[in-house]
């Protein structure tokens, strides 16, 4: 008769060598990323890699001799025909089944009966299809109970190692004997089932300890992210340089960090500043053979790293390149005192680093040539406006020289005088509203010793004149209705300039109304945002004010253009604190 007790105490010795193999199997890196992916090459893996296991399970079962006696021999390469096997052949398969999917479990499975089958000396063929009904029943329940997960539950996963078991058992009692299944059936479900449990809790708690170290570097990442980023878009430098090493140092446990650009070290803060110093020559040869190649560099000693200064207590070091547009920059390089403390965490949150602050700097670089760009646009757009008034105004005091001398005498005085603040005014991207009356005033000035008493123009201003917006904004808009609102006109033309803060906003609104004839509704639509060639005048001046505005203060800020038989009003919003930068 067997005995049970010593049947179920052999059988937790091999399923102790199967948990240890398991244990090894799920600290690798490459065996927790097989899981996670479960594509035709991983499966292939997983599939060879729980093979071995099985054929392990087969090898180290428990004897079971024809009079039903345990027989216990390390290793079981072949059985005779009238005997059995108890082993941990049915766990293996079911832990492939939950780890790999109904194909890797099946798979598995034909393998771990075909084994079973050549160890039998070909005999007992029903647990080739046994294994695989197994491997593809579990497999496919698993898939359906977990969900959204990754795997069931533990009491879940318990269950299926109970119903694998059964499932065994049941083609051992119909194909070869219901008294052996009723003997040994208790102490293999129980084995099942543990085994099976053991193993997957195993593995799921590596791959959460591995989420939650994920987790926190990622944050320690976008922490350190965050607080460099106003640094690294100021470019490399001396000074953001040291910043930047400063707060790494702070979030990490680096015992020293660097940064250099390709000739000399920017910073270093921590252990062996004395000789690695900012604004001198990179001195070693692995910062040199990164900057050379553009390739990460890892040290392991102090020799690799090759110092000059022999007393330098740098043992490891991680050295990174940063790049722009593929081109290296400059090095981030990371150091440890401690050989030992140099392991792959460290190699990849210094590679992700690399790269964050490669994109930060890129950033930086490209926000500075888009400022620049559109300053150089503002530039050349404000310089179209002098010009433009310019000519206008000597066509006037050409007329007035006629028929009045004293008259074309003061314009040019005007002039002289508009042209004195507009210089001034036209190095700025904004002036103040009071310079910009005053701009206004001096061209109705001109306007009305050439036609008196043609114009009325009216101010009605409810905020301070020391708020800011674009030179010769109120001019252009001023201009325009002289030009094209009235016509022919020559009495009853008045122009209103609005300047009031808006409600619930930080903008105030600059409005300029006439009591026109109003613009065609074909102009309308273009006025401002295109060159107008039919009409009398381009329009060309509204464009480029549109565009400034724009330019200055983003779309929000375009031209708006309201009409009627009666009149047309043009308004702008302006944020009151100025140049979005």
Known sequence: MINLLMLFM??????????????????DRFFRQLIQERSKREKVILILIFALFVVIANLTGIEISGNEKLIERPVLPMLSHTDSLANTRTL???????????????CVGLI??????IQGNFSDAFYILGCALVGLIIGKVADRIKG???????????????FAELIQMTFIGFFNNWNLVRLIIVPMVLLNSIGVTLFMSILKTYLSNERQLKAVQTKDVLDLTNATLPYLRQGLSLKS?????????????????????????????????????????????????????????????????????????????????????????????????????LTQLEGNLAEGLAQIFSGQLAIGIAEEQTKLANNAE?????AQINPHFFFNTINTISALMRFDVDKARQALLELSNFFRTSLKGGQEKEVS?????????????????????????????????????PPFCLQVMVENAIKHAFKDRKHDNWIKVEVKKLADEEMFLVKVSDNGSGIKQEVLERIGREVITESSGTGSALVNLNQRLINLYGSQSQLNFTTSETGTSVETKIPIKGVIE
């Open 10 to 27: 052999l059988l937790l010795e091999r399923l102790g060598l199967i948990m240890v193999l398991a244990f090894l199997l799920v600290n």
């Open 92 to 106: 293996v398969i079911t832990a492939a089944s939950l780890v790999g999917g109904p194909f890797v479990g099946t």
């Open 112 to 117: 771990g009966g075909v084994h079973r089958y």
């Open 148 to 162: 959204s997960q990754l795997f069931p539950s533990n009491k879940e996963i318990a269950l299926l190692g109970i």
């Open 241 to 341: 340089a040291q910043k930047v090493c400063e707060i790494i140092m702070s979030h990490t446990n680096f015992d020293a960090v660097g940064l250099t650009d390709t000739v000399n070290v920017l910073a270093h803060v921590g252990v062996a500043s004395d000789h690695h110093i900012a604004g001198q020559a990179v001195i070693t040869d692995l910062s040199k053979q990164v900057i050379a190649s553009g390739q990460k560099q890892l040290a392991y000693t102090k020799e690799q790293i090759a110092c000059p200064n022999h007393a330098c207590q740098l043992q490891s070091a991680i050295v990174v390149p940063l790049k722009i547009n593929e081109k290296t920059i400059g090095t981030l390089k990371m150091y440890l005192t401690d050989p030992s403390k």
């Open 378 to 382: 503002i530039r050349a757009l404000q």
């Open 433 to 469: 509203l009071e310079q910009e009356k005053s701009h206004v005033d001096s061209f109705m000035s001109i306007e009305n010793l050439r036609f008196p008493g043609r114009y009325q123009l009216t101010y009605q201003i409810d905020v301070p004149l020391s708020v800011k917006l």
